[in-house]
Nanobody, 121 residues
Framework: QVQLVESGGGLVQAGGSLRLSCVAS????????MAWYRQAPGNERELVAV????????????VKGRFTISRGNANDTGYLRMVVLQMNSLKPEDTAVYYC??????????WGQGTLVTVSS
């Protein structure tokens, strides 16, 4: 099994930056992709950014050029076990609970507990 712990949310003014981290533990050898999703009040959860174990990334159009997903170096074992979401030029519409998700090679998805990001105008 894989467990995820997120950190880094908070309150920031529009135009500011925040950095979210997600660290996986457990069966990290099975992780194929890690991603960040977000869910604003009244909205469905949406994909923000994803990175594969091979380093391929993809972003929602709404965050391209502002957000960057990358691998972290938590006790680098060569496996994908930590991701960082660097969020720049934040907008009020980026306000949401951000969730980390890991998907294993067997297709099993695991969610983190979520971290709140609030961008004030």
């Amino acid at each position: 099994q894989v467990q995820l712990v997120e950190s880094g949310g908070g309150l920031v003014q529009a135009g500011g930056s925040l950095r979210l981290s997600c660290v996986a533990s457990g069966s990290i050898f099975s992780i194929n992709t890690m991603a960040w999703y977000r869910q604003a009040p009244g909205n469905e959860r949406e994909l923000v950014a994803v990175i594969t174990s091979g380093g391929v990334t993809n972003y929602a159009d709404s965050v391209k050029g502002r957000f960057t997903i990358s691998r972290g170096n938590a006790n680098d074992t060569g496996y994908l076990r930590m991701v960082v979401l660097q969020m720049n030029s934040l907008k009020p519409e980026d306000t949401a609970v951000y969730y980390c998700r890991a998907t294993t090679r067997g297709g099993i998805g695991v969610w983190g507990q979520g971290t709140l990001v609030t961008v004030s105008s």
